[in-house]
C-alpha cells in the first residue's frame, strides 16, 4: 500500500472547508475525498471554496455523492441526468477523478428492472468519457435494492464498461457476512475506491437492521478491527493498487476540532499500512 493513495473523508471532520483541508495536510494526508456540499455550501461562494482546494497542496480523491440514479423512467430519470452532468462539471472544476455513485435503495428484483440499471449505469459511464472522470457505484447496506458488494459487482460486469468500475466499502463487507474468498471474484482493475470505517458497537450488523447508527470509528480504534485487518490485507493480496479513503460519519469526532480528528486518522492510517506490512514481511523475510 503507497500512503500517497490514502485520504480522508472531509466528512469526517467538522468546520469551515479551509480548516478541514488545513488540517488533512498537516496531518500528512496528500489526499482528500470531498462532497459536492463543501463547494456548494461555502459562505464566500462555489468559486472561492474551488481556490481553496487548488491552493492547498491536496489532490481529490473523488467526489461524493450520485444517489438513486439507476432504474428511473421519464421526467424523473431526466432529472437524475441533470443532476449527473452538473455533478461531474463540479468533478471537472474540482480536479476530482472519480464520482461516487451509491445504488438505489428501492430498487426492484426483477430483471427487466436490473437490466434498467444496467443499462443506465453504462449511460452514466458513457456521459463521464469526454470529462476524464470515472464512475465508482457503491453498494448501500439498507433498503430492497442493491445491499451488497456481489450485487453491485453484478451490474458493473454486465455494463461492460471501462469507465465503470465498484467502490468497496468495510462497514458494507463486514456487516454483509461474506466470507474474504468472496471478494476474489471482484477484478482488482475495476476496484475504483476502497473506503475504511471500523465500528465501535459488536451488535452493529443488529443496529443495522434497524437503521440505527452504529458508530463508525476510524480503523484500529474499533471492536471490528480483526476483520477490517483482514480486510485489507486480502485486497492486497489480490494486488488491489488504487485508492484507499477513511470515511467515518462519527457525531463525536464532529464535535473536535479539525485538527484533532485528523491526526486521528492519520494514526488510522499507519494502523491500515502496518497491517499491509504485517502480510508482506513473512515474504521478504524468505
Request: glycine letters at 6%.
Amino acid at each position: 500500500m503507497n500512503r500517497e493513495r490514502f485520504s480522508i473523508d472531509l466528512a469526517c471532520m467538522a468546520g469551515p472547508l479551509e480548516e478541514r483541508l488545513a488540517a488533512a495536510e498537516a496531518a500528512g494526508f496528500s489526499q482528500v475525498m470531498l462532497w459536492a456540499r463543501d463547494l456548494a455550501d461555502h459562505p464566500r461562494g462555489y468559486e472561492a471554496a474551488l481556490r481553496l482546494v487548488r491552493d492547498s497542496r491536496l489532490e481529490v480523491t473523488g467526489l461524493q455523492l450520485m444517489s438513486n440514479y439507476e432504474g428511473m423512467s421519464g421526467p424523473a430519470h431526466e432529472y437524475k441526468l441533470d443532476i449527473a452532468k452538473a455533478l461531474l462539471d463540479v468533478c471537472i472544476d474540482v480536479g476530482a477523478p472519480l464520482l461516487v455513485v451509491s445504488a438505489r435503495a428501492d430498487i426492484s428484483h426483477e430483471q427487466d428492472a436490473r437490466q434498467q440499471a444496467v443499462h443506465d449505469l453504462r449511460k452514466l459511464a458513457n456521459l463521464a468519457v469526454p470529462t476524464g472522470v470515472r464512475i465508482g457505484f457503491k453498494a448501500i447496506p439498507w433498503g430492497g435494492g442493491i445491499s451488497d458488494d456481489q450485487g453491485a459487482w453484478d451490474l458493473v460486469i454486465r455494463a461492460r464498461h471501462a469507465n465503470l468500475g465498484l467502490v468497496l466499502d468495510a462497514f458494507n463487507f463486514i456487516a454483509s457476512g461474506h466470507s474474504l474468498d468472496s471478494l476474489d471474484e471482484i477484478a482488482p482493475d475495476k476496484i475504483m475506491l476502497v473506503q475504511l470505517a471500523d465500528f465501535s458497537s459488536p451488535a452493529f450488523q443488529e443496529l443495522r437492521r434497524h437503521d440505527t447508527d452504529p458508530m463508525p470509528v476510524f480503523p484500529g480504534s474499533g471492536v471490528f478491527s480483526d476483520q477490517v485487518a483482514a480486510f485489507v490485507r486480502h485486497l492486497d493480496r489480490m494486488d488491489y493498487d488504487g485508492d484507499y479513503s477513511l470515511q467515518v460519519a462519527n457525531e463525536d469526532y464532529r464535535q473536535l476540532p479539525a485538527r484533532a480528528v485528523a491526526a486521528l486518522g492519520a494514526r488510522s492510517m499507519a494502523w491500515v499500512h502496518q497491517q499491509i506490512l504485517r502480510r508482506r514481511l513473512p515474504i521478504r523475510r524468505t
